[in-house]
């Protein structure tokens, strides 16, 4: 069983930035996409951003420009979220996700909460 252990959520005034950031317990295989969904209650998980291991990454509209998504040089399965110039529109639980050969796997979730 593959565990992903998040951090870095909080509270921040709009305009702010945070780092969010997901380390996954495989060591025996690099995982190839891993990706940051988020989820305000009584709506669907949304995709945010994706970070391949050849280095392409990937962004839904309502982010692009403003998060930025990077995986760890050192441990390839190790991901994260710069959030810069956030809005009260990103309010949300936000989940790290690995889907590969040994199956999907999910984050427990970070919350992440902009005041304006």
């Known amino acids: 069983q593959v565990q992903l252990v998040e951090s870095g959520g909080g509270l921040v005034q709009a305009g702010g930035s945070l780092r969010l950031s997901c380390a996954a317990s495989?060591?025996?295989?690099?995982?190839?996409?891993m990706k940051w969904y988020r989820q305000v209650p009584g709506k669907q998980r949304e995709l945010v951003a994706i970070?391949?291991?050849?280095?392409?990454?990937?962004y839904a509209d309502s982010v692009k420009g403003r998060f930025t998504v990077s995986r760890d040089n050192a441990n390839k399965n190790t991901v994260y979220l710069q959030m810069n110039s956030l809005k009260p529109e990103d309010t949300a639980v936000y989940y790290c996700?690995?889907?590969?050969?040994?199956?999907?796997?999910w984050g427990q979730g970070t919350q992440v909460t902009v005041s304006s």
């Open positions: 495989e060591s025996n295989f690099i995982i190839n996409d």
């Open positions: 970070a391949t291991s050849g280095g392409s990454t990937t």
């Open positions: 996700n690995a889907q590969y050969w040994k199956g999907d796997f």
